[in-house]
């Protein structure tokens, strides 16, 4: 776990909980001036492993604020999830992003995409404003690949900047099972196209 932990000036990713990870947690953190992505879960490699035990499993960041990350590698989200089970991004504030405040899943329709392991995630009462300043193929929130019995609910989320083909809530090429409710979405720039 790190709790009340800042993380500000680092050259790459704050925290990484890497393959196989489980019940990590980053409770009450601040992340400035990072380089690459705040909180980066997980990879796409083991998308096809078939032992829970050496899953990437049920880790959560909660009560944490990210301001303007990543600083340096633009096209992280702030805050990645890549092939995982049972992630949770939860009560956070994100502002400022470059890119995507909070990304989730890989493969798009690949087998990586829709065969991975990918499951049980939720994206719950986050506050998330400015996000796509620079790049926009992107949202607020953004899904790839098949994850079922996954929810992103009661976020709040204005002030993005760009998009182009998405939206705020974007569920890209392959995103499956996945139930958005009762979030506010307003104030958002409009597209960007080229």
Not at 66 to 76: A, I, M, N, Q, Y
Not at 172 to 186: E, F, M, P, T, Y
Request: hydrophobic share 30%; net charge negative.
């Amino acid at each position: 776990s790190f709790t009340n932990c800042s993380f500000e000036h680092l050259g790459a990713a704050a925290v990484y909980f890497d393959i196989g990870c489980q019940d990590s947690l980053v409770s009450r953190g601040t992340f400035t001036d990072v380089s690459g992505a705040a909180v980066q879960i997980g990879a796409f490699s083991d998308y096809n492993q078939s032992i829970a035990a050496n899953r990437t499993a049920n880790n959560t960041v909660e009560d944490s604020t990210v301001t303007g990350t990543p600083v340096e590698f633009h096209g992280s989200a702030a805050l990645t999830a890549f092939i995982t089970q049972g992630t949770t991004f939860r009560h956070n504030e994100i502002t400022d992003t470059p890119y995507s405040a909070i990304t989730l899943g890989w493969g798009w329709t690949t087998d990586v995409g829709e065969h991975g392991y990918s499951c049980c995630q939720r994206v719950e009462g986050n506050i998330i404003r400015g996000a796509t300043q620079m790049l926009f193929d992107g949202g607020s929130v953004y899904t790839l690949g098949n994850q079922p019995n996954s929810q992103i609910v009661r976020n709040h989320i204005f002030d993005q900047q760009h998009y182009f083909k998405g939206s705020a809530l974007y569920h890209d090429q392959g995103s499956g099972g996945w139930l958005d409710s009762q979030n506010v979405v307003h104030s958002l720039a409009g597209p960007r196209h080229g």
